[in-house]
């Protein structure tokens, strides 16, 4: 078995993007809505007690003042720490992006931004990324302390899509507990497919029993699981995998 094929069960285990303009047009009629925005800053580690104490304060102020979205910010657990900052926001339509963006309340948010924890801020990436909820199992109320990301960057025009709903529908088809999502995001390094894992807490890292490539061969034998597998590498240029902390003091969270 190949390295992505043992890395992908082990993943879902412990738990297509190139036509993004057409997914884009077609995401301002999606239901659920499916676009999402990341905001990616980094800081100098030296400075990062002062950024933190900032990030919090602006949270407090942006929830208060005007900004009707929540805005889930997550750190690094592996890997560099005390650097990157990843600020997102899902989901949403483009229409209603438009009006999010029209808002009058963005001077005044912009500026204590700038005067708070943007003071701080070395480098400061944008990213927009297209959930696939049909091919995902989050149900509402899932616990997101912890994520496990794994990033898929995508061959030149592949079409995985197919491949990722092939694997889903197995999941669901045997019953398989635990959460997981599919995300789209394309950047000037190329198109990524990132596969994400939630779990409360580091008790969810614990391998289920039968675990997920036993039950998959189980359902559809040995041979025609490994052939999934490998269908799915065929579309992959890299991979590359770290673990998430949710940061709830640094977010913006609107009481439902």
């Known amino acids: 078995m190949n390295k992505r094929f043992n890395t992908i069960c082990l993943l879902l285990a412990v738990i297509s993007f190139v036509f993004l303009n057409m997914q884009d047009a077609e995401a301002a009629d999606e239901k659920p809505p499916a676009m999402a925005e990341m905001w990616h800053v980094k800081i100098d580690p030296a400075d990062q007690k002062s950024f933190e104490e900032a990030l919090a304060a602006h949270a407090k102020f942006r929830k208060e003042n005007g900004d009707p979205r929540n805005w889930s910010t997550y750190t690094p657990h592996t890997g560099v720490v005390g650097r990157d900052y990843y600020i997102r926001h899902c989901c949403f339509k483009w229409s209603d992006h438009q009006k999010y963006s029209d808002l009058a309340a963005h001077k005044e948010l912009g500026e204590n931004w700038e005067n708070g924890p943007g003071k701080y801020v070395k480098k400061t990436k944008h990213f927009y990324s297209w959930v696939d909820h049909a091919n995902s199992q989050w149900p509402e109320g899932t616990k997101a302390n912890l994520l496990r990301l794994t990033h898929h960057k995508l061959k030149p025009n592949s079409n995985i899509g197919p491949v990722v709903k092939e694997i889903s529908d ?87």
Request: cysteine-free; proline content about 5%.
């Open 170 to 256: 197995l999941a669901k088809k045997m019953g398989w507990k635990r959460s997981w999502g599919w995300v789209y995001e394309r950047n000037m390094d190329g198109v990524y497919l990132t596969l994400a894992m939630p779990s409360e807490n580091f008790a969810g890292f614990e391998e289920p029993k039968p675990n997920f490539e036993e039950m998959a061969a189980k359902e559809i034998g040995e041979d025609e699981l490994k052939d999934l597998f490998s269908r799915f590498d065929e579309h992959v240029e890299s991979l590359s995998f770290r673990i998430m902390r949710f940061r709830p003091k640094l977010s913006v969270m609107h009481d439902k």
